[in-house]
């Protein structure tokens, strides 16, 4: 059963680095692509980016200047960094693993707040 | 890129059906798979649609997908509507495999 799990701060300051880990259980992160996905509260979903089990990244064109995903085969683990985040990055943060184009595993979610 | 447009919001009586569209702005509809998840409140999305038409195992057979090349449009159709239907749709396609696109989801009431 192919399992994801978020992690990291609930809460980062503004103008700050939002810093997210997806922990992968029974299958290998080397394998298929990964993606972060973010739902600002009551509102609907925006994927920020995606990164291959080769480490090849696509980053969303409105978020690129500010993003970095990166995998740790050896912990089985992607990683998010936003940086200067503001209120507008408040959100429900999810990782998800897509074999194809089908996002087909999602993680629970992790609600980040932007407030000092 | 292009943009994924559905409508904000469809309700409907149980038992009855109901169709969310989802229109690209640019690009045919037909040369990128779509996907349509649900969304229950306080839970992640699961798929209910894939590769346009697609059921994954376990989802019941009164969802079905189609694309409309006419319209540029993919549509989800939900028959025999129940109230465990009710919760947000969204459709989501690509630009390449790791460029995905999401439309703005899709509130489906049971009334």
């Known amino acids: 059963q192919v399992q994801l799990q978020e992690s990291g701060p609930g809460l980062v300051k503004p103008s700050e680095t939002l810093s997210l880990t997806c922990t992968v259980s029974?299958?290998?992160?080397?394998?298929?692509?990964w993606s972060w996905i973010r739902q600002p509260p009551g509102k609907g979903l925006e994927w920020i980016a995606s990164?291959?089990?080769?480490?090849?990244?696509n980053l969303s064109p409105s978020l690129k200047s500010r993003v970095t995903i990166s995998l740790d085969t050896s912990k089985n683990q992607f990683s998010l960094k936003l940086s200067s985040v503001t209120a507008a990055d408040t959100a429900v943060y999810y990782c998800?693993?897509?074999?194809?184009?089908?996002?087909?595993?999602w993680g629970q979610g992790t609600l980040v707040t932007v407030s000092s | 890129n292009f943009m994924l447009t559905q409508p904000h919001s469809v309700s409907e009586s149980p038992g009855k059906t109901v169709t969310i569209s989802c229109t690209r702005s640019?690009?045919?509809?037909?040369?990128?798979?779509v996907q349509w998840y649900q969304q229950r409140p306080g839970s992640a999305p699961t798929t209910v649609i894939f590769?346009?038409?697609?059921?994954p195992s376990g989802v019941p057979d009164r969802f079905s997908g189609s694309i409309d090349s006419s319209s540029n449009s993919a549509s989800l159709t939900i028959s025999g509507l129940k109230t465990e239907d009710e919760a947000d749709y969204y459709c989501?396609?690509?630009?390449?495999?790791?460029?995905?696109?999401f439309g703005g989801g899709t509130k489906v009431t049971v009334l």
């Open positions: 989501q396609s690509y630009d390449s495999i790791n460029s995905l696109v």
């Open positions: 998800a693993r897509h074999p194809t184009v089908t996002l087909d595993y």
């Open positions: 590769e346009d038409n697609e059921r």
């Open positions: 990164i291959s089990y080769s480490g090849s990244t």
């Open positions: 640019s690009g045919s509809i037909a040369s990128n798979y």
């Open positions: 029974g299958d290998s992160i080397s394998t298929y692509y």
